[in-house]
């Protein structure tokens, strides 16, 4: 359709008229998403036309078509100054039903309310998807955003998740996702003012129906239960993203402090559970795992204390099957082989954070991860165990991945540096040992429990024929002047020399000796000054 003829009509069109045009529109560019740079004017003004249909009473099924053509221009953030006014985003917040302050007493006391009638929900779905969009694509807009408060429309409608529609609540999360990704100032307005971590915090709960048993204590996942359905899963994974926002680089107090360990016994809870499908299940696995790296380290001893379920003795009553369900996350990630550094290191990160503050973590996970050893005559990153694959991991060409990945080994071992080389050989480990200053030896600066490590007999008997560098007993090698005879040593010393020579002639390499006072020289310089010492010294 020609833009022009559409802005022509839509001035002189009916209601119902306005709705036919933009749904013939819609329908031509549902799955347009690279608009033409020559009509960027008319789209402009055909966002100012639509915003002013719908600042007029119009019926639902106007405001959803009208909604639907906003949408499709949103995606092209060159003409969305028309939407990103005062004027634009109350129009859409108010579609949206993200109410004031005002609006919510009135909303909490009205049931009628709480229950949107079809043609009206399906208003509220366009409204959120188009301020999504329009966050998104244009900063003006986030600042609108702030300026008007949305943040507290946003907090409202949390408030009453439990009414929500699917569509309703995954665009309510995208957008508060969105809008505190995007606007760091505006985390500190929702942590503070709305209290959006422990409204995000009671959305968890709903959506995944945690039972608590205990003050940090959910009840135990049934084994043969459903999966999660997947709509729930999508609401879930948006609420952890900007949980996720809400907590980065915020230690809080005393009173955060309840608040985070109520939110690791969500994840706790998230952790033990399945989805529909695997890929589903590891992607929400992975954003509790992002969230999980943004508690404070000493919340994380309410993974594993969990009094009713109880516990394993030898690891003092601590229950680790998340713990377990963390390790066999992070063997799928490595045994993906792409996308370490946003797959991997964050598991790797929390793993070794957990094993540094807690003693019965690191226990735990050295047991499944470093047995004692007893392949000595393997080279550590050869093999399918999980070692093997993590030491392979130190030599990774991603700087941020290798460094993970020797860490971790490294707090598993008590940062002991004479206790990693036993299972990893120096080679692999040179580069982290370098990094920490620690290539002479030694052992890093957290102090851990003074148990020792038990070796095994194979591992006594061969320790003094290991290869410190490679990490593993390696086989004679046969010597090559063996069968030879003396004139046959003294053919390929004489070409040895001979190629050197000509390397030396042709600036290859450069012969070097020492001068007296310590320093490296060409041979033939230190050679001159040679004769002199000599006749020196004799003068004496």
């Given at each position: 359709?020609?833009?022009?003829?559409i802005l022509t009509q839509l001035e002189i069109a009916n209601e119902e008229e306005i709705c036919e045009l933009l749904k013939q529109y819609?329908?031509?560019?549902?799955?347009?998403?690279?608009?033409?740079?020559?009509?960027?004017?008319?789209?402009?003004?055909?966002?100012?036309?639509?915003?002013?249909?719908?600042?007029?009473?119009?019926?639902?099924?106007?405001?959803?078509?009208?909604?639907?053509?906003?949408?499709?221009?949103?995606?092209?953030?060159?003409?969305?100054?028309?939407?990103?006014?005062?004027?634009?985003?109350?129009?859409?917040?108010?579609?949206?039903?993200?109410?004031?302050?005002?609006?919510?007493?009135?909303?909490?006391?009205?049931?009628?309310?709480?229950?949107?009638?079809?043609?009206?929900?399906?208003?509220?779905?366009?409204?959120?998807?188009?301020?999504?969009?329009?966050?998104?694509?244009?900063?003006?807009?986030?600042?609108?955003?702030?300026?008007?408060?949305?943040?507290?429309?946003?907090?409202?409608?949390?408030?009453?998740?439990?009414?929500?529609?699917?569509?309703?609540?995954?665009?309510?999360?995208?957008?508060?996702?969105?809008?505190?990704?995007?606007?760091?100032?505006?985390?500190?307005?929702?942590?503070?003012?709305?209290?959006?971590?422990?409204?995000?915090?009671?959305?968890?709960?709903?959506?995944?129906?945690?039972?608590?048993?205990?003050?940090?204590?959910?009840?135990?996942?049934?084994?043969?239960?459903?999966?999660?359905?997947?709509?729930?899963?999508?609401?879930?994974?948006?609420?952890?993203?900007?949980?996720?926002?809400?907590?980065?680089?915020?230690?809080?107090?005393?009173?955060?402090?309840?608040?985070?360990?109520?939110?690791?016994?969500?994840?706790?809870?998230?952790?033990?559970?399945?989805?529909?499908?695997?890929?589903?299940?590891?992607?929400?696995?992975?954003?509790?795992?992002?969230?999980?790296?943004?508690?404070?380290?000493?919340?994380?001893?309410?993974?594993?204390?969990?009094?009713?379920?109880?516990?394993?003795?030898?690891?003092?009553?601590?229950?680790?099957?998340?713990?377990?369900?963390?390790?066999?996350?992070?063997?799928?990630?490595?045994?993906?082989?792409?996308?370490?550094?946003?797959?991997?290191?964050?598991?790797?990160?929390?793993?070794?954070?957990?094993?540094?503050?807690?003693?019965?973590?690191?226990?735990?996970?050295?047991?499944?991860?470093?047995?004692?050893?007893?392949?000595?005559?393997?080279?550590?990153?050869?093999?399918?165990?999980?070692?093997?694959?993590?030491?392979?991991?130190?030599?990774?060409?991603?700087?941020?991945?290798k460094q993970a990945a020797a860490e971790f080994l490294f707090v598993l071992c008590k940062e002991r540096v004479d206790n990693l080389l036993k299972y990893t050989g120096y080679g692999n480990a040179a580069g982290l040992?370098?990094?920490?200053?620690?290539?002479?030896?030694?052992?890093?600066?957290?102090?851990?429990?003074?148990?020792?490590?038990?070796?095994?007999?194979?591992?006594?008997?061969?320790?003094?024929?290991?290869?410190?560098?490679?990490?593993?007993?390696?086989?004679?090698?046969?010597?090559?002047?063996?069968?030879?005879?003396?004139?046959?040593?003294?053919?390929?010393?004489?070409?040895?020399?001979?190629?050197?020579?000509?390397?030396?002639?042709?600036?290859?390499?450069?012969?070097?000796?020492?001068?007296?006072?310590?320093?490296?020289?060409?041979?033939?310089?230190?050679?001159?000054?040679?004769?002199?010492?000599?006749?020196?010294?004799?003068?004496?």
């Open positions: 359709m020609d833009l022009g003829n819609n329908e031509e560019n549902s799955h347009t998403f690279a608009f033409d740079q020559k009509e960027e004017t008319l789209r402009s003004k055909l966002c100012r036309s639509v915003l002013t249909v719908l600042g007029r009473q119009v019926q639902p099924i106007c405001k959803k078509t009208c909604l639907e053509t906003l949408r499709i221009l949103s995606r092209d953030k060159r003409v969305l100054a028309p939407v990103a006014t005062r004027e634009g985003i109350t129009i859409l917040g108010g579609m949206a039903k993200l109410c004031t302050e005002e609006e919510v007493g009135d909303k909490e006391d009205s049931k009628e309310a709480a229950v949107l009638m079809e043609a009206e929900r399906l208003v509220v779905v366009e409204a959120l998807k188009c301020l999504c969009n329009v966050v998104y694509n244009s900063p003006a807009a986030q600042q609108v955003c702030v300026d008007v408060q949305l943040a507290h429309g946003l907090c409202a409608s949390l408030r009453t998740s439990h009414t929500w529609h699917h569509e309703v609540g995954l665009f309510t999360l995208r957008l508060l996702f969105l809008l505190s990704a995007l606007r760091p100032d505006v985390r500190g307005v929702l942590r503070k003012e709305h209290d959006g971590v422990r409204l995000l915090s009671e959305v968890l709960e709903h959506i995944l129906d945690v039972q608590w048993v205990g003050t940090y204590e959910t009840t135990c996942p049934d084994p043969q239960a459903l999966p999660v359905p997947a709509e729930d899963n999508e609401r879930v994974m948006e609420a952890l993203k900007a949980m996720f926002n809400l907590t980065l680089s915020y230690n809080g107090d005393e009173e955060d402090d309840h608040q985070f360990r109520i939110i690791a016994a969500i994840l706790r809870h998230l952790l033990m559970l399945k989805t529909e499908t695997e890929e589903k299940t590891e992607e929400a696995h992975s954003h509790a795992v992002n969230l999980l790296n943004n508690l404070p380290v000493s919340c994380l001893d309410v993974l594993i204390d969990v009094p009713v379920q109880g516990g394993q003795e030898k690891y003092d009553g601590k229950n680790m099957d998340v713990i377990q369900a963390l390790l066999d996350f992070m063997e799928k990630r490595i045994n993906k082989g792409s996308n370490y550094k946003e797959g991997l290191t964050p598991v790797l990160s929390l793993l070794t954070e957990g094993s540094r503050h807690h003693r019965e973590i690191r226990r735990y996970i050295k047991a499944q991860v470093l047995p004692p050893r007893k392949d000595v005559k393997i080279r550590p990153e050869i093999g399918t165990t999980i070692k093997n694959k993590l030491v392979r991991l130190m030599t990774h060409v991603d700087l941020g991945v040992l370098v990094y920490r200053g620690l290539h002479e030896g030694g052992r890093g600066d957290t102090q851990y429990s003074d148990d020792e490590d038990s070796d095994t007999e194979e591992y006594k008997c061969a320790k003094p024929f290991i290869n410190p560098i490679t990490g593993h007993v390696e086989e004679p090698m046969p010597n090559p002047m063996e069968e030879m005879t003396e004139e046959q040593k003294e053919y390929e010393a004489q070409k040895l020399i001979n190629m050197l020579d000509k390397l030396s002639r042709q600036n290859v390499i450069r012969p070097m000796g020492v001068r007296p006072d310590g320093t490296l020289a060409p041979l033939e310089e230190t050679l001159c000054d040679a004769p002199e010492e000599i006749s020196a010294s004799d003068s004496d």
